[in-house]
């Protein structure tokens, strides 16, 4: 069965840096383009950023660029995502997903596996 498994969440102060990992199984990963969404309470769940299948292209929301770096590992079936200059409002439960197709990676509908969320909270 597929399976997507998010770690490295957790509380962090404003300005410092975490990062999450998403090991994928029951899948061939490298046919799958991987993303990062996020969701606050009371807010509908947003694209964070996103990778190719071969890692060579990725996708940042506006509100992460600069801060946020996504990578993959197709010989680990894991993607990562390095996020520095945390900000409280970058507090939020963090779910990975994959994807078969690679066209409006920002809707969520497109994606066909979801991993259960890490949180990340950030305190000022």
């Known amino acids: 069965q597929v399976q997507l498994v998010e770690s490295g969440g957790g509380l962090v102060q404003a300005g410092r840096s975490l990062t999450l990992s998403c090991a994928a199984s029951?899948?061939?990963?490298?046919?799958?383009?991987m993303g990062w969404f996020r969701q606050a309470p009371g807010k509908e769940r947003e694209f964070v950023v996103g990778?190719?299948?071969?890692?060579?292209?990725?996708f940042h929301a506006d509100s992460v660029k600069g801060r946020f770096t996504i990578s993959r590992d197709n010989a680990k079936n894991t993607v990562y995502l390095q996020m520095n200059s945390l900000k409280p409002e970058d507090t939020a439960a963090y779910y990975c997903?994959?994807?078969?197709?690679?066209?409006?990676?920002?809707?969520?509908?497109?994606?066909?596996?979801w991993g259960q969320g890490t949180q990340v909270t950030v305190s000022s």
């Open positions: 990778i190719a299948q071969s890692g060579g292209s990725t």
């Open positions: 029951g899948i061939t990963f490298s046919r799958y383009f």
């Open positions: 997903a994959a994807a078969l197709g690679f066209n409006n990676y920002r809707n969520s509908a497109m994606y066909n596996y």
